[in-house]
């Protein structure tokens, strides 16, 4: 069975920064790709940021220059640096991990229960 696990939403100014965390647990035998979506009221869940096995990054145009995507593979986390955030940020933000379980013959996509961002004065 594999888990993940959200953190380090919460309420912020304009301007703040946040970091999100999302740790994988279980029966994991490989993580293949990692991202993060979001979904704010009303709206459908958009992908935020992703990032490769390699380590390499992929961004929403919206994110570009103010998020920063990374991993630590050691720790089975993903982490999601929010910087200069804004009201148009506000939504629940969603770890998806591209994972092979033990045991397993193909990966499937697991999804975190999700964090709140709260971005308001």
Do not use: H, M
Not at 19 to 30: D, P
Not at 48 to 77: E, L, Q, W
Not at 88 to 116: F, H, K
Request: include cysteine; charge should be positive; aromatic fraction near 8%.
């Amino acid at each position: 069975q594999v888990q993940l696990v959200e953190s380090g939403g919460g309420l912020v100014q304009p301007g703040g920064s946040l970091r999100l965390s999302c740790v994988a647990s279980g029966s994991i035998l490989s993580i293949n790709n990692r991202g993060w979506y979001r979904q704010a009221p009303g709206k459908q869940r958009e992908l935020v940021a992703r990032i490769s096995s390699g380590g390499r990054p992929n961004y929403a145009d919206s994110v570009k220059g103010r998020f920063t995507i990374s991993r630590d593979n050691a720790r089975n986390t993903v982490y999601l640096q929010l910087n200069s955030l804004s009201p148009e940020d506000t939504a629940v933000y969603y770890c998806n991990d591209n994972i092979v379980a033990r045991g397993a013959v193909l990966s499937r996509n697991y999804w975190g229960q999700g964090t709140q961002v709260t971005v308001s004065s």
